[in-house]
């Protein structure tokens, strides 16, 4: 079983549509977790960090649920500019060491 | 600048040969990382520094794959013999400390062997 698990897509969405990703880790080791962007041919950038009490920045809402060890991102009003892969991210803390693994990504295409 | 600086930005190799990519992390950031992305694939762990020491190599591929970090800065990846499955994207990323969460990426060197 993957250490970080989400679908792949791609999810096709309108403008102006709200859409949510989910992603899962097996993990309870974990300790940290992320949503970053990933535009096509161009490195990662954090997008957000996610919290238990939830957090919200603009129209991006991110979600922990460490009993169901489930992170969510939901995407208000989209944008075209959002179109892009959605990589879900966990810190893996053993013995000391951070080790940062990265979910494959969902796709997302904000349609005209 | 002041990102991550990796070189070449794209290396063609012939099977068998060894390569070298480069990697500069931000001035002051003391965990390093290197990733490896295939065309339309996530980006798989390889190995990642704290300082000059690697405490956790487990990604590495193969005994064909080594990393150094020197002065607490440049990283080296060396793939030795390289072989066509090692075409990909090797990313490289620093941050301030371990856990701070953000990672700051390079734009990646494209191995492609053919």
């Known amino acids: 079983r993957k250490e970080v698990e989400q679908d792949p897509g791609p999810f096709n969405v309108p403008e102006g549509a709200t859409v949510a990703f989910n992603c899962t880790y097996s993990?309870?080791?974990?300790?940290?977790f992320f949503w970053y962007r990933q535009d096509c041919r161009k490195e990662p950038k954090l997008l957000m960090s996610?919290?238990?009490s939830g957090n919200e920045d603009g129209r991006f809402t991110a979600q922990l649920n460490r009993a169901s060890q489930y992170i969510s991102l939901l995407i208000r009003d989209s944008k075209l500019s959002d179109s892009a892969t959605y990589l879900c991210v966990v810190i893996l803390v053993t013995s000391g060491t951070y080790k940062y693994i990265f979910g494959t990504g969902t796709r997302l295409k904000v349609l005209a | 600048g002041a990102g991550v600086s990796q070189s070449p930005s794209n290396k063609v190799t012939e099977k068998g040969k060894d390569v070298e990519l480069r990697c500069d992390p931000i001035?002051?950031?003391?965990?390093l990382y290197w990733y490896r992305q295939r065309l339309g694939q996530g980006l798989e762990f390889l190995i990642y520094?704290?300082?000059?020491?690697?405490?956790?190599k487990s990604g590495l591929p193969s005994d064909r794959f080594s990393a150094e970090r020197t002065g607490e800065s440049v990283s080296t990846l060396t793939i030795q013999r390289t072989q066509q499955e090692d075409s990909a994207v090797y990313l490289c990323?620093?941050?301030?400390?371990?856990?701070?969460?953000?990672?700051?990426f390079g734009e990646g060197s494209r191995l492609t062997v053919l």
């Open positions: 001035s002051g950031h003391t965990a």
């Open positions: 993990n309870s080791a974990s300790q940290s």
């Open positions: 990323a620093s941050s301030r400390t371990s856990y701070t969460g953000e990672l700051f």
């Open positions: 520094f704290q300082g000059n020491s690697a405490p956790d």
């Open positions: 996610v919290y238990s």
